[in-house]
């Protein structure tokens, strides 16, 4: 890998600390032999709005377009939440998505096994679960046109939104995930709701006939949403790779990081044909920013997430994920997966301490 660049993006509230730990991170990696990367660093969120009077300025896009990969750390914050919603900090954060065709979300859904207690469900049931959720992110109902309110002829009110699916769009993201369980363990669960929506049943075809033709070697299977999100819960482990409509994932990707315990932890990959952008799940996190307590982990598992799917660099994706889970075996912890018996430290203290598991990894 060679002559990369990554743009670097913290963003607002707890996003520029936690963001400084994984470049810290970045850094390390940067210093491995055949690895050549450059760091550049932009705006975005209630902080751009700040400096530039948006919150996406265009300079970011434009950079963001020619970089190689994004990381971003979380907009948003009180200070920003009465400016009109076409200035608010989150609208940089669609509006790069949208900008970039971001169609492909990845959201890994993993327990530490430190972390096993942390699970609102019983460790039996969540122990050693690992899943992979692939939800489609540029169309279905969120995007879907006819949309609005109106009002009826006898006074009453109407909402309206419309699922529609194409089959391109959802050849490219069943494409991703058949990828992406091809890196697993060859099993891809696909789930919609065919028994009722016509675009969901459309959406079965289009997945049964790619996996037919191209990618014989994935076990495909089918679910729909209500049973998904019921087996979730009873037996997730069952889950490998999941694919779904845009809806369906926001929901069921939500569930599946709830199984984990922690938000902190959570890192994801937005995916295009041209781009990528790698963030934590959370969000900015008002409340702690600024005190230094921020579990800066989600971030550094995002910045595996990206060495593995956009910098051709799968070997120091697990070293990092391997350091992580050393880390927690170590019995760090930030406040937010603080347990008894733990040793709690801060943000900075944890990206160093990721940096102290490398070196000993690497030496091992
Ligand atoms: P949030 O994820 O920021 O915080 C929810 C709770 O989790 C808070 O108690 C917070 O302290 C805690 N938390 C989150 N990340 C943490 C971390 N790394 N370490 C320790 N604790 C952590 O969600 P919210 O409070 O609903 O939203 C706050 C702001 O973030 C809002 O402005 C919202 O619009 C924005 N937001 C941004 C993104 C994003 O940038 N991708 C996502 C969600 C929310």
Excluded at 62 to 84: E, F, S, Y
Aim: proline share 5%.
């Amino acid at each position: 890998m060679n002559n990369k660049t990554i743009l670097v993006l913290p963003g607002d509230g707890i996003g520029r600390e936690i963001v400084a730990e994984a470049v810290k991170v970045l850094e390390w990696v940067n210093k491995r032999p055949g690895i050549a990367f450059t760091l550049e660093e932009g705006l975005i969120g209630g902080s751009a709005y700040d400096a530039t009077g948006t919150p996406l300025p265009e300079d970011t896009v434009t950079r963001a377009k020619k970089a190689d990969a994004v990381l971003l750390g979380a907009v948003g914050g009180p200070q920003w939440d009465r400016l009109d919603f076409s200035l608010r900090p989150e609208r940089g954060l669609l509006g790069i998505r949208k900008a970039l065709d971001l169609y492909c979300n990845l959201r890994p859904a993993q327990v530490f096994a430190p972390l096993l207690d942390a699970s609102p469900l019983k460790r039996e049931v969540v122990e050693g679960i690992d899943i992979m959720v692939v939800r489609e992110l540029s169309s279905g109902i969120y995007f879907g046109t006819p949309r609005g309110v109106e009002t009826l002829a006898d006074g009453r009110r109407r909402g309206f939104n419309t699922l529609t699916y194409s089959t391109d769009e959802i050849e490219r993201v069943a494409r991703r995930a058949f990828e992406a369980a091809r890196r697993r363990s060859h099993k891809l669960c696909s789930v919609d709701k065919a028994n009722v929506l016509e675009s969901t049943a459309l959406w079965r075809e289009v997945v049964s006939e790619l996996g037919r033709k191209e990618y014989p070697d994935i076990a495909l299977s089918h679910m729909y949403v209500d049973n998904a999100a019921m087996q979730l819960l009873r037996n997730p482990r069952q889950f490998d790779c999941i694919v779904t409509t845009n809806m369906f994932g926001d929901i069921l990707s939500d569930e599946a990081s709830m199984l984990t315990g922690s938000i902190g932890m959570l890192p994801s990959a937005s995916l295009g044909d041209a781009n990528a952008l790698y963030e934590p799940i959370h969000g900015s996190a008002p409340d702690i920013a600024g005190k230094g307590i921020a579990n800066p982990l989600a971030t550094i598992l995002s910045v595996a997430m990206m060495l593995r799917y956009s910098l051709s660099a799968p070997e120091e994706a697990t070293l990092i994920e391997n350091a992580v889970n050393r880390v927690l075996e170590q019995g760090w912890r930030t406040a937010d997966i603080m347990q008894t018996g733990a040793k709690q430290i801060g943000t900075v203290a944890m990206g160093d301490a990721v940096l102290q598991a490398l070196h000993e990894e690497k030496n091992q």
